[in-house]
């Protein structure tokens, strides 16, 4: 057959191959120096002793026998043969303690990843919640801002009720202005006073009927005794239809020192209305004072007006005479 049978130790009990004769049979089917037998023509090895195996084997010409590949191999290992093996285990070691760690390695990157993906994710919620926030806000701040001049604007330009006595103004009153000029010409109606004996309240009464300004405005409710002094001064209320199509020139950082109408053009509604002409003073528009600003904001203030809520524009003016503004 070509081989040589061992025991194995106390350790290790079984039938092993010990040595293969190159060239034999048993080097020809495959076996190999430490190959286990367990079983021959059907014999169970598993408990035989060395000469009751070495019987079996030789009392045939053709033998079965069923190996355990490589089982004790390191029975019959040289030292040369020992170190190469402990040194492959170890290096399969090292490979496995290799392939461990960049498992680890691998992990707690994704781990991270993760993390930072779950971070960003909160980040961008978190601007989002803050976006919102502020998005609120500011529509809160827009509508309390529109409440707060709806609010204003009733304010000043309600009806006020009980209405407020009428004071006796000592003041020169000119005749309400015409359209175009105020040139008093014979044969025009002009509005007359009426001093009552009763109470000494002036009243305005217009012979034509038509009333280009409101009869019952104190100007004490806006305005300073200072403010006023001297001044013939009138609320018109003029009709938003078209354009106003007045200019203004002045304020208070002029020579002029205050607003006043420079042009009144053809066809527009300060023309139709014909309360006011060129060289009046407009004292305040909707409630707001123009007595000490500048020409640019008055001019803003003009447009807003117009451009901006109701159907009617409330202009406050003091008529000028015309001889003075003349002059200048």
Known sequence: MGCSISSGPTQKPGIFISNIKPGSLSAEVGLEIGDQIVEVNGVDFSNVDHKEAVRVLKSSRT?????VSGAGRELFM???E???EASLREQERQELMHQK???LETNKLLKEQQEKESQRKLEISQKAAEEEERYRKEIEQITAEEEKFKKEWEEDWRPKEPPKPVKTVSADVHP????KHRIDLKGVA???LAADDTDGVITKQDKQGFQKYVEDFDPYTMFSADQIMGKDVRLLRIKKEGSLDLAVEGGIDSPIGKIVVSAIYEGGAADKHGGIVKGDEIMAVNGKILVDVMLTEAQTTLAKAWNV????IDLVIAVS???EYDDE
Do not use: F, M, N, Y
């Not at 033998?63 to 190996?67: A, D, G, K, R």
């Not at 809520?309 to 009617?312: E, L, R, S």
């Open 176 to 179: 309400a202005p015409t359209p």
């Open 63 to 67: 033998l079965t026998i069923s190996v």
């Open 190 to 192: 002009h509005d007359q």
């Open 309 to 312: 809520g109701g159907d009617w």
């Open 101 to 103: 760690r960049l498992a």
């Open 82 to 84: 020992r170190q190469r």
């Open 78 to 80: 040289t030292e040369d």
């Open 321 to 323: 005479p015309p001889k």
